[in-house]
């Protein structure tokens, strides 16, 4: 590839968050000056692009025929980790240095932290002035988690979504098959989910569970904070100041979820810690269902040997709440290559070129919605065969609440936390629980 270049990423060490905070608002902003040395807008020179690493194969197919298709702009990627903690490290260690990338990776959660802190740059004026690419192509939902709801840059875009991720559930066909039990369809509710999570629980002749019904992603965000809207609670209140997660109604859903661990038709959490991961039970053939997202289609068909397929989550109260998401990239606002950035922003949405790219390894959504129907992920070979769940199940989102970002490891590690306690233990009371956890988690949005 000509004028590619993959740098080596070192481990830089801890280095701690706090001075994130204090250089970012202290003002710092990178100013690339390391090969950038050509005029903005002649769409020569070289960009730096840092990606989280996961998605590094991938990135260096699109990088390969974006440098073909404009050979005076070199790109040198920079694969950073995936972890969130770690990669904040190297935001801090180049932020320091006065060396940010280019075009970096982001996620809701930090969206709004680097914007009002003028890390990254608004992208409102390059989408109103390109002839394709425009706010509207997106889906509103995932748009929406690209927007700062900060003081300084309240409803800017700052991110770009790479892919439309909504929670629906994988099956395993043959633990269907085994249990003479018919393939859910899109329209069952939650009591039909626990009806069929108990005819495929099954136990050996000691009494020990082979089988589970479903596998739930517990510690996940996108899997509870849709079960409690559906039965009228939340996470936090509109003022964004309190944690209200141990309402009444919060406790319903609550019960909801977790209820049918204590049970023994979902997958224990203890079951989970035993296997390494919340991933690998469905994985390893021991649950028949399992809620997970596009992106971890190709980790499933990697690892399950059975047949399966998706299906739309389960109505609950005669409504349909989807946990939703994403991840997607960012401009620095010190690039000097600002009209080459946006030309690779372009390309990465292109039908043709990077969207193209990424959908094909099985992991991304197309969030342009006039890709909805592209062939070139709906006709991917099977598993999965039911490709419309992922874009059917879209109008149901329901996007993760903005928290403060110094706020939000102390609000999850609390709510993590409380269903320890809970599900760990035969003794403890859910209410009391979760009003432990969410006195903890309201401190922490208030600090």
Not at 1 to 10: A, I, L, N, P
Not at 271 to 290: C, E, I, R, T
Request: glycine content about 8%; hydrophobic content about 35%; charged content about 25%.
């Amino acid at each position: 590839m000509k004028g590619f270049k993959r740098k080596s990423v070192r481990n830089l060490g801890l280095t701690s968050f706090i001075l994130v905070m204090l250089l970012i608002f202290s003002g710092c902003s990178g100013s690339n000056d390391t090969n950038n040395s050509e005029v903005e807008g002649s769409e020569t020179g070289t960009l730096r692009i840092a990606i989280r690493d996961y998605l590094t194969d991938e990135a260096e197919k699109v990088i390969a025929a974006f440098e073909e298709k404009n050979p005076n702009i070199n790109v040198e990627l920079e694969p950073w980790p995936t972890e969130e903690e770690q990669y904040r490290q190297k935001i801090t260690t180049n932020l320091a240095a006065d060396n940010l990338p280019d075009i970096m990776a982001s996620w809701g959660g930090m969206v709004t932290f680097f914007a009002d802190a003028g890390v990254t740059m608004n992208l409102d004026e390059m989408l109103e002035s390109d002839s394709e690419l425009k706010k509207d192509s997106f889906e509103e939902a995932f748009l929406n988690t690209g927007k700062s709801f900060g003081s300084k840059t309240k409803d800017e875009v700052h991110m770009l979504p790479l892919g439309a991720d909504a929670v629906v559930i994988f099956y395993n066909k043959r633990l269907f098959d085994e249990a003479n039990v018919p393939y859910p369809t899109s329209d069952w509710d939650y009591d039909e989910f626990i009806d069929v999570s108990r005819k495929l629980t099954k136990k050996d002749e000691s009494g020990n569970t082979t089988t589970y019904g479903a596998n739930i992603r517990y510690k996940w965000l996108s899997v509870y904070q849709p079960v409690l809207k559906n039965f009228g609670g939340d996470l936090v209140n509109d003022a964004g100041d309190k944690a209200v997660f141990d309402s009444p109604e919060a406790i319903k859903g609550w019960k909801a979820l977790l209820e049918p661990a204590k049970e023994g038709i979902f997958v224990p959490l203890s079951v989970q810690n035993d296997m390494g991961s919340d991933n690998a039970p469905f994985l390893a053939g021991k649950a028949a269902m399992h809620t997970g997202v596009r992106a971890q289609v190709p980790m499933v068909r990697n690892s399950l040997e059975d047949d399966w397929d998706v299906v739309e989550l389960p109505y609950i109260n005669g409504e349909k709440k989807v946990g939703a998401g994403a991840v997607g990239f960012s401009i620095s606002s010190g690039t000097k290559n600002k009209e080459e950035a946006w030309k690779f922003m372009e390309f990465i949405y292109d039908a043709e070129g990077g969207m193209k790219i990424f959908a094909e390894n099985y992991s991304v959504v197309p969030p342009i919605k006039s890709l909805y129907d592209s062939a070139f992920w709906t006709d991917l070979p099977g598993p999965p065969y039911s490709n419309e769940v992922f874009t059917d199940t879209l109008k149901y989102s329901v996007t993760s609440p903005p928290l403060p970002v110094e706020a939000g490891g102390t609000f999850k590690s609390a709510i993590d936390e409380a269903l320890e306690t809970y599900l760990l233990s035969e003794e403890a009371n859910l209410e009391k629980v979760m009003k432990s956890a969410a006195d903890k988690a309201t401190k922490g949005l208030n600090n």
